[in-house]
């Protein structure tokens, strides 16, 4: 069973960053494909980024591309979102996920494991 914990949100303004981390209980980097989803209210979880189990390989949903980076930490058990040039369409709770397979999925079923999630608030 792994745990992830999400931190790294508030409240930014339009243009503004802001980092996100997910902390997991156990070293997903060599075991573990590990992605980023978002809800905003009244709206469906969507996915945003995943990253592969060794970090060569990461992908994006179309909104996000060229303002969003993801990657993982030096002790692979971190994986980080920088979220630069926010716009207040980003507003949402961000999710951690992580699912045990060499595969990126964008699908919300696929993922095995799931963090509490932060909110974060981007204004105009």
């Known amino acids: 069973q792994v745990r992830l914990v999400e931190s790294g949100g508030g409240l930014v303004q339009a243009g503004g960053s802001l980092r996100l981390a997910c902390a997991a209980s156990e070293r997903t980097g060599s075991t573990y494909v590990t992605a980023w989803f978002r809800q905003a209210p009244g709206k469906e979880r969507e996915f945003v980024a995943a990253?592969?189990?060794?970090?060569?390989?990461?992908y994006y949903t179309d909104s996000v591309k060229g303002r969003f980076t993801i990657s993982r930490g030096n002790a692979k058990n971190t994986v980080y979102l920088q979220m630069n040039s926010l716009k207040p369409e980003d507003t949402a709770v961000y999710y951690c996920?992580?699912?045990?397979?060499?595969?990126?999925?964008?699908?919300?079923?696929?993922?095995?494991?799931w963090g509490q999630g932060t909110q974060v608030t981007v204004s105009s």
């Open positions: 996920a992580a699912r045990k397979s060499i595969l990126i999925v964008t699908t919300r079923g696929e993922y095995d494991y």
């Open positions: 990253i592969s189990r060794n970090g060569g390989s990461t």
